[in-house]
């Protein structure tokens, strides 16, 4: 245990198990609105970047309110679960090769904390999961813990399923204004879980029981995958025929009921590339679904097809390639369709030297680590001489006031229309 624990050796108001993307900026929400919360990783690295009140990731207000929290010693890390009043679990649920949701880390943290629980804690699930999880969680602590079956079955003991729906960019903001579904195993633990989040959440909560609440997370990312496979699909449809897919869309969303979402080089993150796989694999079928994530996950290659396309008469091409994070503003590479069409187009051109720029992304991509064509650079350069292609691929702010004029005389592949309308 952390020695800054001592002053809250009782129980602490809440353990936060997961200092992730999202338990971390909930810890230190918690704790501007909670006297003692309690964070706990896995991770050593994350647990001393936490306790010494340094952000390990981009997020607008997480540096300043992680300061504060730690400061005031309002937010503690501790280096085992700490007992506590109230739990929020919020650990990653990946997806398997088989595209199945893996619950290693959600199950592994149930286990470590079932040893320590006394039974009247609420336990609060946020980590995404497939319908039925937290029902098999409660099975798992009551056969960990058969003594604890008469608190489970009494509801002294809460279990809620209360899925996290912040945006990665508007987490800190979010956290507090959106409205919050609140899916209790009983009822009680849904009145428990709706007190706790009314005590930061501005937003309205709505109960209902896990299973429902399970499922309509998956739906909300499940919706907005299948509106972007739309957009994407109307794009490939747009190249082909010779029309201008962002004047389409400005014209199209001119209809008081059409709202198209944005095109780009495909899909990608922690969230909407993968949890509409976890519906395609519940019981029953999903072709909408299924079909929106191959079109989503196919774009990458599509993208780098056309890049090919554009330089087969250039030997040994030069490729600038603007943004490596999974969407605009974020530091985030994980699933991140940019990373794969750097990744794809290395392989189909070895003689083509690609340098890659995204001012956020402190480290360059596993993916495309050490692949000798791929330079990664952090600013962007000086002298753009020697440029073929130009690719778009995230339009962070800080690609927002370059001018094509200032690449001379290049061709474009604008996967996300950052110079629309200046062609
Ligand atoms: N994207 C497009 N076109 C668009 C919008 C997004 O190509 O019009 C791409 C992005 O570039 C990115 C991917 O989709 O690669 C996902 O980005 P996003 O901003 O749509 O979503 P996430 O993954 O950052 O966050 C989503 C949100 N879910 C919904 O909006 C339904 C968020 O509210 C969830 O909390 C989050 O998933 C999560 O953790 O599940």
């Not at 809460?158 to 009983?186: K, M």
């Not at 064509?373 to 962007?380: C, D, G, Q, Y």
């Amino acid at each position: 245990m952390n020695a800054s624990l001592g002053a809250h050796s009782q129980r602490v108001d809440i353990g936060v198990i997961g200092l992730g993307y999202i338990g971390l900026p909930t810890a230190v929400v918690l704790a501007d609105n909670f006297d003692a919360v309690a964070g706990y990783d896995i991770d050593d690295a994350r647990r001393r970047f936490v306790e010494n009140a340094v952000a390990p990731f981009v997020e607008p207000g997480l540096d300043q309110l992680l300061k504060k929290t730690v400061t005031s010693g309002k937010l503690v890390v501790t280096d085992s679960i700490a007992t506590a009043e109230n739990f929020v679990i919020a650990v990653p649920t990946p997806i398997s090769e088989d595209r199945s949701a893996d619950l290693t880390y959600i199950f592994s943290a149930i286990e470590s904390l079932a040893e320590i629980l006394r039974g009247d804690e609420l336990l609060i699930i946020e980590s995404t999961c497939p319908p039925g999880t937290t029902a098999r969680l409660v099975d798992r602590i009551v056969e960990l813990r058969p003594d604890l079956k008469e608190a489970v079955d009494s509801e002294r003991m809460g279990i809620a399923y209360c899925p996290e729906r912040v945006l990665p960019g508007n987490i800190i903001e979010e956290l507090q204004s959106n409205d919050r579904i609140i899916g209790g195993y009983t009822t009680n633990a849904s009145n428990r879980a709706a007190k706790l989040y009314s005590q930061f959440c501005r937003g309205q909560l709505w109960l209902t029981d896990s299973r429902t609440a399970e499922m309509s997370k998956l739906a909300e990312n499940a919706f907005r995958d299948v509106n972007i496979a739309f957009a994407n699909q109307l794009e490939l449809l747009c190249a082909q025929n010779e029309v201008d897919v962002w004047e389409l869309r400005e014209l199209a969303n001119k209809h008081p009921r059409v709202n198209i979402l944005e095109p780009g080089p495909g899909v990608g993150g922690h969230c909407i590339a993968v949890d509409p796989w976890f519906l395609v694999g519940a019981e029953g079928n999903a072709p909408l679904i299924e079909s929106a994530r191959h079109l989503n996950d196919s774009k990458p290659q599509n993208i780098s097809n056309r890049i090919v396309e554009l330089v087969q008469s250039v030997d040994e091409p030069h490729i600038l390639a603007l943004g490596l994070a999974f969407k605009e503003n974020v530091d985030d590479v994980r699933h991140s369709p940019a990373v794969e069409v750097v990744r794809i187009f290395s392989e189909a051109r070895p003689d083509a030297e690609i340098t890659v720029i995204d001012p956020l992304v402190s480290v360059c991509p596993p993916e495309i680590q050490g692949i000798s064509n791929v330079h990664f650079l952090r600013e962007m350069p000086t002298d753009f001489a020697g440029v073929d292609v130009v690719v778009v691929l995230v339009a962070h702010n800080e690609f927002k006031d370059l001018t094509l004029s200032q690449f001379g005389e290049v061709k474009l592949v604008d996967t996300r229309g950052l110079f629309k309308g200046s062609m």
